[in-house]
Each structure stands twice: as structure tokens, then as C-alpha cells.
């Protein structure tokens, strides 16, 4: 497997390809989503926590969608990345959509 360099990028269809086998599971304060970065393909965890990121919506969205910006996460190192950050460099937008309560 080729490892891809870091690169702060994103794609149109990054977050399609996220969220096409992406897991997630409940937390006190938010969702972890778990699944595979569209760039470099690394499984990695993404922590939301509402708490941090509490807003109230736009663009006529209900209270129970959020937009929730992405960022991988992997630990591969990637030749090129800052040491204050991690995974490849890729990010993306996730819509999430809270149901019940």
C-alpha cells in the first residue's frame, strides 16, 4: 500500500464515500464516527461532542440536523504533516441527523 503524503485537501465526494460504511455509536455528550478515510483509506475515529459544538442551526435546517466538519484522524504517518496535527490532511462535511431526543 502506498502511503500518501500530507495534503490539507478535500473533494466534493469525500463525504459520500465516508459515510457510505460509516459506523456510529453514542456517546454522553455526541457520536464517535468510525470508518475510513475517502483520501488515504486509514480507519480512523472521528469524536463529535455537541457539547463543543452546540450552535443553533442554519439555512432552514431542523434542530436535529448539525453539519459536522470531518478532519482524518488516522495515526499513518504521512510524510510532510506538521507535528501539531493528524492523519493526511483531508476533510469533509458530514450531515447527521438526530433522532428522538
Known amino acids: 500500500m502506498t502511503v500518501l503524503p500530507y495534503l490539507e485537501v478535500t473533494d466534493a465526494g469525500y463525504a459520500a464515500a465516508y459515510t457510505a460504511r460509516l459506523r ?3 456517546t454522553a455528550d455526541g ?3 468510525s470508518g475510513t478515510c475517502p ?4 480507519p480512523f475515529d472521528f469524536t463529535y461532542t455537541r457539547r ?4 443553533r442551526p442554519a439555512g432552514g435546517r431542523s434542530a436535529h ?3 459536522v466538519p470531518v478532519l482524518c484522524v488516522c495515526e499513518t504517518h504521512h510524510e510532510g504533516r506538521p507535528d501539531e496535527e493528524e492523519g493526511c490532511g483531508a476533510y469533509w462535511n458530514v450531515l447527521l441527523e438526530r433522532t428522538g431526543r
Open 52 to 55: 463543543v459544538y452546540r450552535h
Open 31 to 33: 457520536v464517535v464516527l
Open 24 to 26: 456510529m455509536t453514542d
Open 39 to 42: 483520501r488515504c483509506a486509514c
Open 65 to 67: 440536523t448539525v453539519t
